[in-house]
């Protein structure tokens, strides 16, 4: 299986776009055992279908990338792409000024570490100039948030991006089109690994927050069991194959905020649930917006599926 992991930040906050220090440690620790190929995010892309594969990808571009991740990923020989959102670049997460509800604000790398960081192997991809939901933008702003983030990135680094991501995830025919017309490859939050037939402007990808249950639960088994910690994270990548398996079942949809909500529920955050005839616990989804996206389902131990569209 060949599959793109999202992250964001590596920060304490416990957020939704958070992940601990020594969960992504445990998650490092996993990738750089040899038990999976970790490639850049266009040679996973052009790697066989069959292959096991992952590539490592953080949007919005956090200092704490610079601070946290990239030291321990370089260490381990690990490549990684980082989306960055160019207007924003040297400042703050604070997208349009906004403050979302949940979501930590936190400061930004700048063109300097970006620079160093490039230098360094990291990819350096786009993420639009401003981070706008680019399905609630006219034509014209939505190709200049587009072209003008590979303009700024290839003016500040000498080397234009190749790779996009949508903020929010937020895209559709016509934004799609356009991103396809800038960018090699643009990559969406749609919960799933990548298939034989991937298409260029819709790349799925798995957003690894999801992964910190799976690998707690498997670490507190071996724990127990006293068996080796690294069989059970690969148990963990495994698990990865019935998520995918239990959205093809006709499940499809299952976005990385509606299984972040299934995550909080389950570690017993008050969400408003209901009960659904299977005795499954479902609830209203929000996204990083706020909005309501759906309907969150337990579909059993470690498997979350969704029902619904997200943004
Ligand atoms: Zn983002």
């Avoid at 416990?14 to 970790?38: E, N, Q």
């Avoid at 080397?159 to 960018?183: C, D, K, Q, S, W």
């Amino acid at each position: 299986m060949r599959a793109i992991l999202t992250y964001h930040s590596i920060d304490p906050s416990g957020s939704p776009i958070s992940l601990s220090a020594s969960t992504f440690d445990r998650h490092v620790r996993w990738l750089r055992s040899g038990r999976v190929r970790v490639l850049t995010v266009e040679d996973l892309l052009a790697a066989p279908p069959a292959d096991d594969a992952v590539a490592i990808t953080f949007d919005d571009g956090f200092a704490n990338f610079g601070e946290m991740a990239a030291p321990r990923l370089a260490d381990a020989g690990l490549p990684s792409t980082l989306f960055v959102v160019t207007d924003h670049v040297g400042r703050t997460n604070a997208w349009g000024g906004v403050p979302t509800q949940g979501i930590p604000h936190l400061p930004l790398l700048g063109w300097d570490a970006l620079g160093r960081l490039s230098e360094q192997g990291v990819t350096i991809g786009a993420h639009t100039r401003t981070h706008p939901d680019l399905t609630t933008t006219d034509a014209a702003r939505a190709r200049d948030e587009l072209r003008g983030s590979a303009d700024a990135i290839e003016r500040a680094l000498g080397r234009r991006p190749g790779v996009f991501a949508y903020p929010f995830g937020g895209l559709n025919r016509e934004i799609a089109a356009l991103a396809a017309t800038e960018f090699r490859w643009s990559c969406t939050t749609e919960f799933a690994a990548v298939g034989a037939a991937v298409l260029h402007e819709r790349v799925p990808r798995l957003d690894a927050y999801y992964f910190q249950r799976i690998a707690d639960r498997h670490l507190d088994a071996a724990a127990e069991a006293g068996q080796d910690l690294e069989e059970h994270a690969v148990g963990g990548w495994r698990r990865v194959d019935q998520v995918h398996a239990t959205a093809a079942r006709g499940l499809r949809g299952l976005h990385a905020d509606q299984v972040r909500l299934e995550v909080r529920a389950d570690q017993g955050e008050r969400v408003g649930g209901r009960v659904t005839a299977g005795g499954r616990r479902a609830a209203p989804l929000k996204d990083h917006r706020g909005g309501v996206a759906g309907d969150a389902v337990a579909a059993g131990p470690g498997v979350a599926a969704a029902s619904g569209a997200s943004a």
